[in-house]
């Protein structure tokens, strides 16, 4: 196995991190993310939310020089249900030690653990994307940022809109009602993840120096009724030149539960004293917003990869989604990285459920996990993979057949990193 070569042939040796060896662990994670410290409470945050149990260090004598560990994840999928899934996170190799095969090694041992642990799924978002993709990960969704000049975008609303009433308040003060509200969103887009105890306070960390000039961080609650309807949080960045002020909004986060409600926090953004732009990142890539701007070219969107899918079990994870049409296909997968998903396999399915199991019948698409990977939930449809000679069709008629019923209504999309 790998983790042995590297252990008997490099003298590195490959375990769990013990909770009093976490702090060099997370040294070495920083140092090979540039070396600048985190201020005092983001380590201690992300210290308290490592799982030492799933944690991975590559030791050379005493010095740890890698680092990766997992999450417990419960991830949406189409169809609603929330699938268990390894959050792959803090990985890094010390840069005296590339080309060694640690990354290969930890990698190894994850995806292993993974499986023991009877998780049909591992994702992560990559540094750099072009590493993953031979582990067998794919680019599954996809987020937007957009830089809109409020000064000459109008944003028209839906009826309802001014029955929502808007007010400021403190982020710790409605801290449980807003991750609540979020709690509902969870189920209803694929790629969302349930937060875990004590990462609701992430959304908060707000170091100073991290603001690059801009407020603390503010929160605004959308209410109707009584009831919390929606919230953005973000701060604002003051500027002025010689003709007149020329601030700027950052949001870093906005969920509502209807159109009104939503419309409602975006007029709200768009409209914030002595500011001309808004500034998003990390937003859905089918949001709303961008069908009740008047200008969508003043908006400057761009797309970026987001969430990396794994299959760790073909079959669990196909079983475990739903499909937007009825779909009985073959599939032939190759998978060198964890070869006991390589083979046919058949999936049935439609909106009520599926089955996927090993089959000897011939296969009708012919691809690898990474591309499963990508087109898992939904947002990438197999036919696009096909047109880049990622997907093979065996029988006429089968990637349609696939590419519909692997869609999703909604786009999927990952609100926050890890």
Known sequence: MATDLARDALGIELRAARRDELDGWYDTLVRAFGGVPEVAEERQLYLEVIEPERTIGAWDGAACVGTAGAFDFRLTVPGGAQVRAAGITMVSVAATHRRRGVLTSMMRRQLDDVRSWGWPLAVLTASEPDIYGRFGYGAATFQATAEIDTSRVRLAVPPGTDDVRLRYAAPADVLDACEALYARQVPLRPGMVARLPRWERVALLDPESERNGASPLQCVVAERDGDLVGY????????????????????????????AAGAAVWRFLFDIDLTSTLHTRGRPVDEAWQHLVSDIRRCRVT???????????????????????????????????????????????????????????????????????????????LASLAAGGRVRELRQGALTEASVAFGSPVAPWLPHGF
């Not at 079983?319 to 296909?329: G, K």
């Not at 058949?346 to 087109?375: F, H, I, N, Q, Y």
């Open 232 to 259: 953005a949080r973000f701060r604002v960045r003051p500027d002025w030149d010689q003709a007149g002020p020329k601030g700027s909004v950052l949001l870093t986060d906005l969920e509502a539960l209807d159109p």
């Open 303 to 381: 797309l970026r990869d987001s969430l990396y899918v794994r299959l760790v079990d073909v079959g669990a994870a196909l079983e475990a989604r739903t499909y937007q049409a009825p779909v009985d296909v073959v599939f032939a997968v190759e998978d060198d990285f964890c070869p006991w998903n390589a083979g046919r396999w058949r999936l049935t399915g439609d909106a009520k459920g599926a089955s996927c199991a090993r089959t000897e019948e011939p296969a009708e698409l012919a691809l690898s996990v990474r591309e499963l990977g990508a087109a898992y939930l939904g947002g990438v449809p």
